[in-house]
């Protein structure tokens, strides 16, 4: 009776094949539950590197439209001549259609579109004095340093998002390597 004692007390210590095979699956339910949550902040990074990444786009979009409308109320503020409407318009048919204003000479629609700008410039802005247009030349500087400035921020996001692309890459073959 002793022997049968010690046979089963010695196969309780070892494994069987049904023990190993429990084992196994356990492991291998483990190891997926750790890619699983490996593969989730993986793609929680490459979310926010995508929603980053829309909003630089967003912030360029908006810099090069402001830009454009300053550059616009730049060059609405220059009076119209004469020969720069010849030169962008064929006949002053286009151009008065264009502006559909009515004039029977370059001269008469130059002379009512320089008096419509002259309106509207003094409608959104205060007149201009001796000061304002000496400035002109250091705003024009300020704004190409604004923009500058802005543009490096900008690259920098660029390169700090560039980095973290590369992590997520890095980590993705990783996971891929371990796969079985």
Sequence with gaps: ???????????????????????????????????????????????????????????????????????????????????????????????????????????ALVSKLNEQSANSNSQTSKPQTNKRSANSGSQASKLQDSTIQRIESIEHEIQVIRRDVKQVINLLNLIVEKLP
């Excluded at 912030?59 to 030169?87: A, C, G």
């Design 1 to 107: 009776m002793n022997e049968d004692l010690a046979s089963n007390v010695q196969t309780s210590q070892t494994p069987t094949l049904g023990d190993r095979i429990r084992s196994i699956a356990d492991q291998l339910k483990e190891e997926s539950d750790v890619q699983i949550k490996a593969t989730s902040r993986i793609l929680g990074a490459a979310a926010k590197i995508a929603q980053n990444h829309d909003q630089l786009i967003d912030e360029v979009v908006e810099m090069v439209e402001e830009d454009l409308d300053k550059q616009t109320h730049t060059e609405s503020s220059k009076p119209y001549t004469v020969e720069q409407l010849q030169k962008q318009f064929k006949t002053i048919k286009d151009a008065k259609a264009h502006f559909n204003i009515r004039a029977n000479s370059w001269a």
